[in-house]
């Protein structure tokens, strides 16, 4: 569901940067119908603007490694038990859904964050 300044966040254990590429990455067939990504479907997010989705993707993630990923410095203390390799964010997007963890994911929890200016 759109929340103005929530982000959701899900860890994950992929075999490559490609793969969770894969796994975000929508599609339209022949006739422009939209094809939901594996993850779409798989928590049931329904479709959202991927301009307001982030992806990292980095071996035995840390939280120096979160810090990378837009706002992080609002939110990025208030994650508890960073694991795995693979990240999806969805900014401005509360998740609500029952699933909690599958496809090598679990949804980690939604918090607030502050769009910081551009200098």
Do not use: H
Not at 35 to 56: A, H, L, N, R
Not at 66 to 94: H, M, P, Q, R, W
């Amino acid at each position: 569901m759109k929340k103005d300044n929530v982000v959701s966040i899900w860890f994950g254990n992929l075999k490559s940067e490609r793969e969770l590429f894969e796994f975000v990455q929508e599609k339209y067939d022949e006739d422009g119908v939209f094809i939901p990504s594996p993850f779409m479907e798989t928590f049931g997010t329904g479709k959202y603007d991927p301009d307001f989705q982030e992806v990292f993707f980095e071996e035995n993630l840390s939280k120096e490694d979160l810090l990378e990923v837009s706002y992080a410095e609002t939110f990025v203390n208030k994650i508890d038990n960073i694991s795995g390799n693979s990240v999806i964010l969805l900014y401005d997007f509360c998740y609500t859904g029952q699933v909690r963890e599958a496809s090598n994911f679990r949804f980690v929890g939604t918090f607030d964050y502050v769009r910081l200016k551009q200098p």
